[in-house]
């Protein structure tokens, strides 16, 4: 069983930074990513990588400002958020999957993180 812990969220002004980690308990799997939803609304993909092979990609509206990557000295998967804008604000979820590399559906994603509150102010 896999376990994903979310860190890094908190409130920030905008034009601000944030960097979020994941970090997975056992076998981390492979392919790992990041979504965020506010209430009321979808849960919609951020960015996504395959740990493996290094590709990721973004959703357009956080292209050239967000960044994931994996960090192997610690062993957790970061998204680095620059120039955050208001409608940032969302809770921000990490997610995993072992066998494929899913696109940004979450349904297709195995694994779950409880979640991390990010609140850019204007």
């Known amino acids: 069983q896999v376990q994903l812990v979310e860190s890094g969220g908190g409130s920030v002004q905008a034009g601000g930074s944030l960097r979020l980690s994941c970090a997975a308990s056992?076998?981390?799997?492979?392919?790992m990513g990041w979504f965020r939803q506010a209430p009321g609304k979808e849960r919609e993909g951020v960015a996504r990588i395959d740990t493996g092979g290094g590709s990721t990609y973004y959703a357009d509206s956080v292209k050239g400002r967000f960044t994931i990557s994996r960090d192997n000295a610690r062993g957790t998967v970061n998204l680095q958020m620059n120039n955050l804008k208001p409608e940032d604000t969302d809770m921000y979820y990490c997610?995993?999957?072992?066998?494929?590399?899913?696109?940004?559906?979450?349904?297709?994603?195995?694994?779950w993180g409880q979640g991390t509150q990010v609140t850019v102010s204007a």
């Open positions: 056992g076998n981390t799997p492979r392919y």
């Open positions: 997610a995993a999957n072992a066998g494929y590399f899913p696109g940004f559906v979450p349904g297709d994603w195995g694994y």
